[in-house]
């Protein structure tokens, strides 16, 4: 499975963008897709979760109300709209995919994906 993200650059603050992550490779229902971000001296943190079994999301504290998550049908391509962009959120952002294979005994077993980031600059 390969997850490739795009849509980084950079803006100002009080502006908008739009990242986009699109799978490859995947031929299992995938159970769970998000986002996370890492900072320059700080450790990876989740930024927006959403699971396929529900129209359940997730999101971090500080990105509430500014950020919506989504995804295509197929749940071949992920959204993360950033609205109101702060300094603060600059970092490069991944992409996580986890595909869940089941197995006739009623078993699973899960793979997890990252893609490579996609660098968010935001201007003061």
């Known amino acids: 499975v390969q997850l490739v993200e795009s849509g980084g650059g950079l803006v100002q603050a009080g502006g908008s963008l739009r990242l986009s992550c699109v799978t490859s490779g995947s031929t299992f229902t995938s159970n769970t897709m998000a986002w996370f971000r890492q900072a320059p001296g700080q450790q990876r943190e989740l930024v927006a979760q959403m699971y396929s079994n529900g129209d359940i999301t997730k999101y971090a504290d500080s990105v509430r109300g500014r950020f919506a998550v989504s995804a295509d049908n197929a749940w071949n391509t992920m959204y993360l709209q950033m609205n109101s962009l702060e300094p603060g959120d600059t970092a490069v952002y991944y992409c996580?995919?986890?595909?869940?294979?089941?197995?006739?005994?009623?078993?699973?077993?899960?793979?997890?994906?990252w893609g490579r980031g996609t660098q968010v600059t935001v201007s003061s």
């Open positions: 996580y995919r986890k595909d869940r294979q089941w197995f006739a005994n009623g078993a699973y077993r899960d793979t997890e994906s």
